[in-house]
C-alpha cells in the first residue's frame, strides 16, 4: 500500500524474552486520525518509538511519509512531529520563546520562523498567552504549546503518545479540538495512543486495538463496536476483542506515571 501515510510490515520489538510489538502489520491513511488503543503495556509507546526511530524494531519494517524508518531514519525525522508523554516545553521560557526555539531546532528557514510561531500560537488559542512563561500555564495549555511545537515545521504525520493524560475534561476536549483543526487545516494525518475509550471514539476515524504487543482488529469506532453486538460500547467491543477491559486506574505503575504527568501538567 504505497499510498499509506504509515504503514507496517510484521513489526516486532523483543525485550530479551519479552516480546513488546508482536509482529504488527496496519497501514495508516493519509489524512486521517488513527488510534493506538490498548491498556499500559500493551506496547502502545513501544510502538509509537519505533516510528519515530527513537527506538530499533528487532525485526519487520516499517514506512513513514514513503520513508522507510531503518534505512532512512533521517528522511523520517524530518517529516514528522512529536508529542510524547515527558514534558518538551522549557517552562523557564515564554510560549513565544519556546516556538521559536523549536522552530530553530526544526530548521525552519529563519525568516519564517516569527510568523510561524505567532500563526501556531493563535492556531492553539495561545495568543494571549505569547508572553507569559510556560510555568504557568494550565494543563491543558501545556500541551496545545507542546502540540504548536511539533507541528511548526509542517510535518506530514504528526504521533501522539497519550496526548491527554493527567488533563481534567475540560482541557481534554480543548485539546481535541486543536488536534481536530490541524487535521482540517493542514491535513496532517496523526497518529494517536490512548487508554481512553472516549478519546478513541471521539476523535478518531479508525482504531488499532493493541493487546499483549498485537494488533487483534482495525476498524472505524462503529465497526468495532459492530462486532460485540447492536447496542455494545466501545469498551463493549475491546473486551469482546480482547477478552479483557482497560481498567480505569490500572496498575502500581500507571497510577505512578499518570500522576507525574498530572503533576507536571499542573
Known sequence: MSSAAIRTAAL?????????VDA???????????????PNGAGKSTMIKM?????????????????EISAQPARVRRSIGY???ALSADGALTGYENLLLSARLYDVPRGERARRAQEALALMGLRDAADTQARHYSGGMIRSLEIAQSTLHQPAVLFMDEPTVGLDPVA????????????HRFRTTIFVTTHY???????????????RGSVVA???????????????????AFIHLTGTSIEPGGGYREV???RRTARRLS
Do not use: K, N, Y
Open 12 to 20: 516486532t520489538r523483543r525485550f530479551g524474552d519479552l516480546v513488546a
Open 24 to 38: 504488527v502489520s496496519i497501514a495508516v491513511r493519509p489524512g486521517e486520525i488513527f488510534g493506538l488503543v490498548g
Open 51 to 67: 516510528l519515530t526511530t527513537l527506538l530499533p524494531p528487532t525485526s519487520g519494517r516499517a514506512w513513514v511519509a514513503g520513508h
Open 83 to 85: 508529542v510524547p508523554q
Open 172 to 183: 481534554r476536549r480543548a485539546v481535541w479540538e486543536h488536534i481536530r483543526e490541524l487535521r
Open 197 to 211: 475509550m472516549e478519546e478513541a471514539e471521539t476523535l478518531c476515524d479508525r482504531i488499532a486495538v493493541m493487546h
Open 218 to 236: 482495525v476498524g472505524s469506532p462503529a465497526e468495532l463496536r459492530a462486532q460485540a453486538g447492536p447496542d455494545a460500547s466501545l469498551d463493549d
Open 256 to 258: 505512578l506515571r499518570t
